[in-house]
Protein backbone atom coordinates (compact mmCIF):
# COMPACT_ATOMS: atom_id res chain seq x y z
CA UNK A 1 0.00 0.00 0.00
CA UNK A 2 1.01 3.29 -0.89
CA UNK A 3 0.88 6.31 1.87
CA UNK A 4 1.29 10.13 1.39
CA UNK A 5 3.67 11.48 4.05
CA UNK A 6 0.67 13.53 5.78
CA UNK A 7 -1.40 10.69 6.24
CA UNK A 8 1.37 8.37 7.26
CA UNK A 9 2.26 11.14 9.85
CA UNK A 10 -1.39 11.71 11.17
CA UNK A 11 -2.29 7.97 10.98
CA UNK A 12 1.34 6.81 12.61
CA UNK A 13 0.07 3.89 13.99
CA UNK A 14 -2.33 2.66 11.37
CA UNK A 15 0.44 2.79 9.27
CA UNK A 16 2.84 0.81 11.64
CA UNK A 17 0.24 -1.73 12.38
CA UNK A 18 -0.45 -2.12 8.35
CA UNK A 19 3.36 -2.67 7.80
CA UNK A 20 3.61 -5.18 10.39
CA UNK A 21 0.51 -7.12 9.51
CA UNK A 22 0.96 -6.61 5.41
CA UNK A 23 4.34 -6.06 5.07
CA UNK A 24 5.94 -3.09 3.33
CA UNK A 25 4.21 0.24 3.05
CA UNK A 26 5.45 2.87 0.67
CA UNK A 27 5.51 6.30 1.52
CA UNK A 28 5.14 9.34 -1.44
CA UNK A 29 6.18 12.71 -1.45
CA UNK A 30 4.41 14.71 -3.82
CA UNK A 31 3.18 11.78 -5.70
CA UNK A 32 6.76 9.99 -5.94
CA UNK A 33 7.25 6.76 -4.06
CA UNK A 34 10.37 8.54 -1.20
CA UNK A 35 10.61 5.90 1.63
CA UNK A 36 9.56 1.98 2.56
CA UNK A 37 8.53 1.19 6.20
CA UNK A 38 9.04 -2.64 7.00
CA UNK A 39 8.87 -4.98 9.54
CA UNK A 40 11.95 -5.46 11.62
CA UNK A 41 11.88 -9.34 10.26
CA UNK A 42 12.00 -8.09 6.63
CA UNK A 43 14.70 -5.60 7.67
CA UNK A 44 16.77 -8.53 9.38
CA UNK A 45 16.30 -10.74 6.21
CA UNK A 46 17.74 -8.06 3.47
CA UNK A 47 20.44 -7.04 5.88
CA UNK A 48 21.39 -10.49 6.49
CA UNK A 49 21.24 -11.01 2.68
CA UNK A 50 23.08 -7.73 1.75
CA UNK A 51 26.81 -7.89 0.44
CA UNK A 52 29.03 -6.14 2.29
CA UNK A 53 30.47 -2.65 1.22
CA UNK A 54 33.78 -2.65 -0.23
CA UNK A 55 35.10 -1.12 3.06
CA UNK A 56 33.93 -4.44 5.16
CA UNK A 57 34.74 -6.63 2.18
CA UNK A 58 38.50 -5.66 2.31
CA UNK A 59 38.58 -5.30 5.94
CA UNK A 60 37.14 -9.15 6.44
CA UNK A 61 39.80 -11.87 6.56
CA UNK A 62 37.92 -13.33 3.52
CA UNK A 63 40.57 -14.52 0.77
CA UNK A 64 40.25 -11.93 -2.03
CA UNK A 65 42.31 -13.51 -4.74
CA UNK A 66 44.81 -16.03 -6.04
CA UNK A 67 48.36 -14.58 -7.37
CA UNK A 68 50.57 -17.11 -7.92
CA UNK A 69 53.29 -15.16 -6.61
CA UNK A 70 57.33 -16.79 -7.43
CA UNK A 71 59.49 -16.83 -3.91
CA UNK A 72 61.62 -13.79 -3.82
CA UNK A 73 65.30 -13.61 -5.55
CA UNK A 74 63.99 -15.89 -8.06
CA UNK A 75 62.91 -13.20 -10.66
CA UNK A 76 65.60 -13.60 -13.37
CA UNK A 77 68.07 -10.50 -13.32
CA UNK A 78 69.30 -8.64 -15.98
CA UNK A 79 73.24 -9.69 -15.94
CA UNK A 80 75.64 -6.18 -14.85
CA UNK A 81 76.62 -3.67 -17.19
CA UNK A 82 80.61 -3.75 -18.00
CA UNK A 83 82.18 -0.59 -18.90
CA UNK A 84 85.62 -0.69 -20.76
Given at each position: ??????????????????S?????????????????L???????????????????????????????????????????????
Amino acid sequence: MSWAVQEAKAKFSEFLKASVEQGPQVVTKRGEETAVLVPIGEYKRLKDAARPNLKEWLLSSAVKFDIPLRPRNSYNKRPPVEFD
